[in-house]
């Protein structure tokens, strides 16, 4: 769809699966003419120590709170937790450049 170029690309953002996949998603955009957020805006998720900083512009993503949730695990254990209760955890969103949000 990409090498079609952009009269034959319908989405305005990709969500990627973690911070090294949206690097490899803004080369092939960027390689493709495509300026970032511009034509479309591109989200990680993981907020890696020093990758989010290496985009231009700034990669926005998800912060997961890794203290938290090794917390939760070693609670699960140390607490001998039964079934599948559910611990929500807060995951927040860094908003940086690449989404639009600063145009």
């Keep these: 769809m990409l090498a079609k170029g952009k009269d034959y690309f319908y989405y305005d953002v990709i969500v990627c699966g ?3 996949i949206a690097i490899l998603t803004y080369q092939l955009l960027l390689s493709q003419g495509f300026r970032i957020p511009k034509d479309v805006a591109v989200v990680g998720y993981d907020n890696m120590v020093g990758v989010a900083n290496l985009f231009l512009p700034l990669l926005t993503t998800v912060q997961l709170p890794h203290y938290e949730m090794s917390k939760q ?8 937790r039964k ?6 955890i807060k995951c927040p969103l860094i908003v940086r450049e690449s989404c639009g949000s600063y145009l």
């Design 18 to 20: 973690n911070d090294h």
């Design 83 to 88: 079934g599948s209760e559910i611990s929500p």
């Design 73 to 80: 695990a070693a609670l699960h254990l140390i607490e001998n």
